[in-house]
Every structure is written in structure tokens, then in C-alpha cells.
Nanobody, 126 residues
Framework: QLQLVESGGGLVQPGESLRLSCIAS????????IGWFRQAPGKEREGVSC????????YYADNVKGRFTISRDNAKNTVYLQMNRLKPEDTAVYFC???????????????????WGQGTQVTVSS
């Protein structure tokens, strides 16, 4: 059972930044596609971004492109989601997940991911 743990969420004002971290303690994250998802109350889970395991290619939802950046630190076995210029509509629980089957190309669809963290709350409010 792969375990993922997210951290870094919190309450910020519009326009501010947060960096979310996703760490695994029992597997090597660089082997797998890692995705970030979010779910706001009453809404479906949304694929925000993902990063490939092969060449580090990154993919973003249109509504975060240019504001969010996904990256890996293989030495720390961690994947980050840097979120800049946050908006109230970014408020959600953010999850990281691992795709161990290696979907080609990497997908932002939830069904491609088989291991999930518990989530971290991000609230953007003035």
C-alpha cells in the first residue's frame, strides 16, 4: 500500500502564495506519475496538475496555468505544487495521487490514479 501525505495548506488572502508538498515514505515517487487534485464543497474533484515520471513533463488545468507550478525534488522524495496569485475560487481540499500504471500521456483524470493522500485544506479569503 503506497502512502502519500500532503502538507502546506492554510488560509491566505487573494493574491498570496502557498506551496503544497506531497511526500511518500515507502516508495520512490520519481518512479510514478504524480498528480495534484482539488475538491471544493459541492463540486467534483478536479485535476489541477500532473508531472510525468519519464521526462518531467508537466500538465496543468487551464484555470491554474501560469499561476501554479508542479515540481519534483527526487532527493527529498517530494512533489510540490507552488501556487501563486491565489484566488477565492482556488479554495478546496488539495490531494496528491500516484499513477502506478504509467498512463500515456499523463492524465489529470482521477480514474488514472490509484493511490491517494488524505488531502490538505487551502482557503483563499479576505
Amino acid at each position: 500500500q503506497l502512502q502519500l501525505v500532503e502538507s502546506g495548506g492554510g488560509l491566505v488572502q487573494p493574491g498570496e502564495s502557498l506551496r503544497l508538498s506531497c511526500i511518500a515514505s515507502d516508495f520512490t515517487m520519481s518512479w510514478y506519475i504524480i498528480g495534484w487534485f482539488r475538491q471544493a464543497p459541492g463540486k467534483e474533484r478536479e485535476g489541477v496538475s500532473c508531472i510525468s515520471s519519464s521526462d518531467g513533463s508537466t500538465y496543468y488545468a487551464d484555470n491554474v496555468k501560469g499561476r501554479f507550478t508542479i515540481s519534483r525534488d527526487n532527493a527529498k522524495n517530494t512533489v510540490y505544487l507552488q501556487m501563486n496569485r491565489l484566488k477565492p475560487e482556488d479554495t478546496a481540499v488539495y490531494f496528491c495521487a500516484a499513477d502506478t500504471s504509467g498512463t500515456v500521456p499523463p492524465s489529470r483524470r482521477s480514474r488514472s490514479y490509484d493511490y491517494w493522500g488524505q488531502g490538505t485544506q487551502v482557503t483563499v479569503s479576505s
